[in-house]
C-alpha cells in the first residue's frame, strides 16, 4: 500500500506552527523560522533551515506543491531547494535546487550539479509557483511551472537511498 501525505495549513498549533512539518533549525536566530498566516499558508521567514514533511523515510514518492515567495533583495541573486532521500541523523541526502542569480539566469542544481540553465529569463515574479518531484528507483521528474527535467541516475554518489523530504529558500536577503 503506498503512503500518502496531505498538509493544507488549515489547523496550526497553539503557537501558529504547522503539525505536518518538522523544521531542522540550522540559524541561530530566535525566531520560529516559519508560521502558518491567518489565510493558511506556510510561511517560511528565515533561509537556512530545512522543512522536512512528517512522513516515514521514503525512496519513491510525488511531491507537489504550490507556493508564492516574496523576494525584496535579488541582489544575491534567490531561489528554492528541494531535500529528498535524506538522513537528518548522518546530515546526509539528496537535493534539488532552483536558483536564479541577480542577472536572471536560471540554473537547476542536482547535488551541486548543474542539470540545466537558462540564460537572460529574468527573475520570475513567484506568486503561483508549481512544483512536482517524482522519484522512482533512480530516475527523478521535476516539474517547475509546466517544464519538465527528466534525470536518471540519481543514486549515484553514495547519498541515501531513502529518507526524508523537505524544502527551504536559497539565501536571500529579506525574502520570504
Known amino acids: 500500500m503506498a503512503y500518502r501525505f496531505a498538509e493544507d495549513f488549515s489547523i496550526p498549533d497553539e503557537r501558529g506552527r504547522a503539525y505536518g512539518i518538522d523544521i531542522e533549525k540550522n540559524t541561530a536566530l530566535s525566531n520560529a523560522h516559519a508560521c502558518v ?39 544575491f541573486g534567490c531561489g528554492f531547494i528541494l531535500y529528498f532521500r535524506y538522513d537528518r541523523r548522518r546530515g546526509l541526502g539528496h537535493s534539488l535546487a532552483c536558483a536564479w542569480d541577480r542577472e536572471g539566469r536560471r540554473r537547476i542544481l542536482l547535488d551541486g550539479r548543474c542539470v540545466d540553465r537558462e540564460a537572460g529569463g529574468g527573475i520570475p515574479a513567484f506568486d503561483a509557483e508549481k512544483v512536482r518531484l517524482e522519484l522512482q528507483g533512480d530516475r527523478l521528474v521535476f516539474d517547475y511551472n509546466s517544464r519538465r527535467y527528466a534525470l536518471d541516475g540519481v543514486d549515484a554518489g553514495g547519498l541515501p537511498r531513502q529518507g526524508e523530504v523537505g524544502f527551504d529558500l536559497l539565501f536571500s536577503p529579506g525574502g520570504s
Not at 498566516?37 to 517560511?44: I, K, L, P, Q
Not at 533551515?49 to 512522513?55: D, E, I
Request: no cysteine; aromatic share 10%.
Open 37 to 75: 498566516t491567518e489565510d493558511g499558508r506556510y510561511h517560511v521567514t528565515l533561509n537556512g533551515n530545512k522543512h522536512f514533511l512528517n512522513t516515514p523515510g521514503l525512496r519513491d514518492f510525488r511531491l507537489e506543491m504550490e507556493f508564492s515567495m516574496r523576494i525584496h533583495n535579488p541582489e
